[in-house]
């Protein structure tokens, strides 16, 4: 039972289907992005300071910041810390960390890290 009325109709339908679903992929595909990009401005970004000497001989402080989200002051002690460690290395040394001070406690602000250090030779 060959219908060619039906058929072209159902042929017509099927075509507009297909960019429909296109359409609706390439929907599904900028949603996605816009969620990746929304969760990535989220995990914000840490910056750190130059290291400095302090009245104190043979120590140093540096500070870093970071934020976004409630672990941000993790991510500016960590800034803070590694740019510590990698001052002294450089230096054919190790880092030791005296006093660290913090701030920061709310999401979506500012959180930082301070931290003051000494370089003392490797074992």
């Known amino acids: 039972m060959f219908n060619p009325v039906s058929d072209s109709v159902l042929d017509q339908e099927r075509a507009s289907v297909v960019p429909q679903r296109r359409s609706a992929l390439s929907r599904r595909g900028r949603v996605l992005i816009a969620a990746v990009a929304a969760c990535a401005s989220l995990?914000?970004?840490a910056s750190t300071t130059d290291v400095v000497a302090t009245d104190k001989p043979g120590t140093y402080t540096v500070a870093a910041s970071a934020t976004g989200g409630k672990m941000a002051w993790a991510r500016a002690h960590e800034h803070a810390i590694s740019?510590?460690?990698?001052?002294?290395?450089?230096?054919?040394?190790?880092?030791s960390v005296t006093t660290e001070t913090v701030s920061g406690v709310q999401m979506m602000t500012e959180h930082a890290s301070s931290v003051n250090f000494e370089c003392h030779p490797k074992f």
Do not use: H, I, L, T
């Open 43 to 45: 995990v914000g970004c």
């Open 83 to 95: 740019e510590a460690r990698d001052y002294c290395e450089r230096r054919g040394m190790q880092s």
